[in-house]
């Protein structure tokens, strides 16, 4: 784009230099002045065509070297394993439905509380003082299953053994289960559900008490090993 315009620059150049040697040129043995004047003239085109000429080389040296970058950064993300495609700015659905969720990661509170709204909603909760007392109970149950989280997995790094795995395993269900019974009392007592709204809860609430980010990081590094067993099983039985 840029040596496109300095060509039409310098063309423009040319063409005012032509006409300015035409109508200051003079036939022969006319004024001297007047020849003055046209040398004067010519001259500064062939400045001004000299110029434009530099300005053209000038923008095709710097075009050619922003190429040179970026073939240079394609080059380097290759060798790192990289796609060039990928570093393309992604839409947040998109990134945050491939992201897996990593041992001890939390949830910021302001996000908790804004999550609880729409599950309250849902939940067609509409007293201010009810609203303000579940998501009390709510946010409470919530960072007590992330810090059985963060237990979890500091506990499983200490653990190789088969028969340790399993019991911290099933301690860690107990301790979240025990979480979830105890905070579903509390909303029952202090009547801020009733018995149906209860259930609808405990189905908007399913993830959190499924398990923790630990269990779902644990799921997705055991993915590759299981599709790996799956297919040495179909071959064998081919």
């Not at 400045?47 to 050619?64: H, I, N």
């Not at 405990?202 to 630990?214: D, F, H, I, V």
Request: contains cysteine.
């Amino acid at each position: 784009m840029r040596i496109a315009l300095a060509l039409c620059v310098l063309a423009l150049v040319l063409v005012c230099g032509s006409n300015l040697s035409a109508q200051r040129g003079v036939p022969a043995g006319g004024n001297p002045g007047k020849n003055k004047y046209k040398q004067s003239g010519e001259k500064q085109a062939k400045e001004a065509q000299k110029r434009a000429q530099e300005a053209a080389r000038k923008a095709e040296q710097e075009e050619k070297e922003a190429e040179r970058e970026a073939e240079k950064a394609e080059r380097e993300e290759r060798r790192a394993g990289k796609d060039p495609e990928d570093t393309a700015e992604k839409a947040p659905e998109a990134e945050d439905s491939e992201k897996i969720p990593q041992p001890g990661e939390t949830v910021k509170r302001a996000d908790k509380d804004a999550q609880i709204d729409k599950w309250m909603d849902e939940l067609k909760l509409t007293d201010s003082t009810l609203r303000g007392k579940f998501k009390t109970l709510a946010r409470g149950a919530w960072e007590d299953c992330e810090k059985e989280d963060k237990r979890y997995y500091a506990a499983l790094k200490k653990t190789d053994d088969a028969e340790g795995l399993k019991k911290l395993g099933t301690e860690h269900k107990d301790n979240l289960a025990k979480t979830w019974t105890e905070s579903d009392a509390a909303t029952t007592k202090d009547g801020l559900l009733d018995a149906k709204q209860l259930e609808s809860w405990k189905k908007l609430s399913e993830q959190l008490r499924a398990g923790t980010n630990t269990d779902r990081w644990l799921a997705a590094q055991s993915k590759p090993a299981e599709t790996e067993k799956k297919e040495k099983k179909e071959e064998s039985e081919d």
